[in-house]
């Protein structure tokens, strides 16, 4: 009986083994097949509309596909600001757009009239903070989003209007096209001087961030 046991066990380890490392296999060819496409269209990773923190002249860029839905965005938003704080003249972040969940394009949309009100960090903080409230996946109320902007100072009559103008829709239009031209398939996705995270991770953010630093300042 005993016997039988260990040889069962064996049998799951060996398959749970192959398993892990299938996985990882696989993940590394998707990896690699975004660098491959990342290096092939480096001009789609910024765009001129695209909402900027931290210095222009600054030697490294963060680019964050974000989705304002999405948890994890929310998750990874205090450690992009620590970075950026830790490396204040070195570091700046670029926001692209990848409005994944439902409702996601309308507050996008939102926090672009934000920008042309010069509210975009207020409402940004005020949406990402109060996410739980009005980013149920399910059934999302978007209508709460636009409320809590309104109480962060954003004009909201003005807001409606700017959401409808044709140019909203067609930044948009260009964030997800140049997403699924990277090979962008989640959020948040992060590229730093253009390179992929080799993991997905905040120690891996941080490293890579440090790398590129320390490269800027030789």
């Given at each position: 009986?005993?016997?039988?046991?260990?040889?069962?066990?064996?049998?799951?380890?060996?398959?749970a083994l192959f398993f892990y490392l299938g996985?990882?296999?696989?993940?590394?060819?998707?990896?690699?097949?975004?660098?491959?496409?990342?290096?092939a269209e480096q001009t789609r990773l910024v765009r001129m509309h695209s909402p900027v923190f931290g210095p222009q002249a600054a030697p490294v860029t963060i680019v964050e596909f974000f989705d304002p839905a999405c948890e994890?965005?929310?998750?990874?938003?205090?450690?992009?600001?620590?970075?950026?704080?830790k490396y204040p003249q070195d570091v700046k972040l670029v926001i692209r757009y990848a409005p994944f969940h439902q409702g996601s394009d309308q507050v996008v949309k939102l926090l672009e009239s934000a920008k042309s009100q010069g509210k975009y960090q207020t409402v940004l903080e005020a949406v990402l903070a109060a996410q739980p409230a009005w980013a149920d996946h399910g059934q999302p109320n978007i209508e709460n989003a636009f409320k809590v902007a309104e109480q962060a100072g954003l004009d909201l009559e003005q807001a409606r209007k700017d959401i409808e103008k044709p140019s909203m829709q067609s930044l948009l239009q260009q964030d997800i096209e140049d997403l699924t031209a990277l090979q962008v398939t989640k959020t948040p996705t992060f590229?730093?001087?253009?390179?992929?995270?080799?993991?997905f991770g905040p120690d891996q953010l941080t490293a890579l961030v440090a790398e590129e630093v320390a490269k800027a300042k030789k």
């Open positions: 009986m005993n016997a039988k046991k260990f040889t069962v066990i064996g049998l799951m380890a060996i398959v996985m990882n296999a696989y993940q590394k060819r998707v990896q690699n097949a975004q660098e491959v496409q990342v290096k994890t965005c929310r998750a990874f938003y205090p450690l992009v600001k620590d970075l950026m704080a590229f730093v001087n253009g390179r992929n995270l080799p993991s």
